[in-house]
């Protein structure tokens, strides 16, 4: 069974990690592991379309590839924010390395010209002891609605019917900007954006 919406246990047992907003009507899209050629240039249309905003989390060795491709995230009035060098699970590396991965992938954003302090571990894996550390320097956004775009498991009718029934006032919402996440998010995506906005929901940066 995919849990489509963040335990609250879980939620309580890290209160320092940024897991939704308290804001009424509001949700945060946000999009990880970008960017990349097609899947990104899809999303930001898609967003376009609908002319809303939304965070993505970004690889640094993918800003490395595809500068351009971030550039016009920026451009679009969106936010990039750090996700490590080079996805990095933070329950397989020590504190300094995790936080030189870190930097490595915030220097590359600072060249974009953007300078926000937002990080998100990848596959939401960090100790205690290198929160300790990036507190300092970063918000730590996690999510509290996991849309399961990236699974096999997950149909596309799936990924977007549970993910509105995640959804609540001030949800972060994590989609995925890669090739794994294509088929749902391409279904998933638009129709998410259109049924929110319907209700009189409205989509803001983190």
């Given at each position: 069974?995919?849990?489509?919406r963040?335990?609250?246990?879980i939620?309580k047992?890290?209160?320092q990690?940024?897991?939704?907003?308290?804001t009424?009507?509001?949700i945060?899209?946000?999009?990880?592991?970008?960017?990349?050629?097609v899947i990104?240039?899809?999303?930001?249309?898609t967003l376009?379309?609908?002319d809303v905003q939304?965070?993505?989390?970004?690889v640094g060795e993918?800003?490395?590839?595809?500068?351009d491709v971030?550039q016009a995230?920026?451009e679009?009035?969106?936010?990039i924010?750090n996700?490590?060098?080079?996805h990095l699970?933070?329950w397989?590396?020590?504190?300094?390395?995790?936080s030189?991965?870190?930097?490595?992938?915030?220097s590359l954003?600072?060249?974009l010209?953007?300078d926000?302090?937002?990080?998100?571990p990848p596959y939401?894996r960090?100790?205690?002891?290198q929160i300790?550390i990036?507190?300092?320097?970063?918000?730590?956004v996690m999510w509290?609605v996991l849309?399961g775009d990236?699974s096999?498991n997950?149909?596309?009718?799936?990924?977007?019917?549970?993910s509105?029934n995640a959804?609540?006032?001030g949800?972060?919402?994590?989609?995925h900007?890669?090739?794994?996440a294509?088929n749902?998010?391409?279904?998933?995506?638009p129709?998410?954006i259109?049924?929110?906005?319907?209700?009189?929901?409205?989509f803001?940066?983190l």
């Amino acid at each position: 069974m995919f849990i489509h919406r963040t335990p609250w246990p879980i939620r309580k047992l890290y209160p320092q990690l940024t897991w939704s907003k308290r804001t009424a009507q509001t949700i945060y899209l946000t999009f990880d592991d970008g960017p990349i050629p097609v899947i990104t240039p899809f999303i930001q249309q898609t967003l376009s379309k609908f002319d809303v905003q939304a965070t993505f989390f970004c690889v640094g060795e993918n800003i490395k590839k595809y500068n351009d491709v971030a550039q016009a995230s920026i451009e679009a009035g969106h936010k990039i924010a750090n996700h490590t060098f080079n996805h990095l699970n933070g329950w397989q590396a020590n504190k300094n390395l995790y936080s030189h991965n870190i930097e490595l992938c915030e220097s590359l954003i600072n060249k974009l010209g953007v300078d926000n302090g937002l990080f998100r571990p990848p596959y939401g894996r960090i100790t205690r002891k290198q929160i300790k550390i990036i507190k300092t320097s970063y918000e730590i956004v996690m999510w509290d609605v996991l849309t399961g775009d990236f699974s096999n498991n997950v149909s596309p009718e799936d990924c977007l019917q549970h993910s509105i029934n995640a959804t609540r006032d001030g949800s972060i919402v994590l989609f995925h900007d890669n090739i794994k996440a294509e088929n749902n998010l391409r279904y998933a995506l638009p129709r998410y954006i259109e049924h929110f906005l319907e209700m009189g929901f409205r989509f803001s940066l983190l």
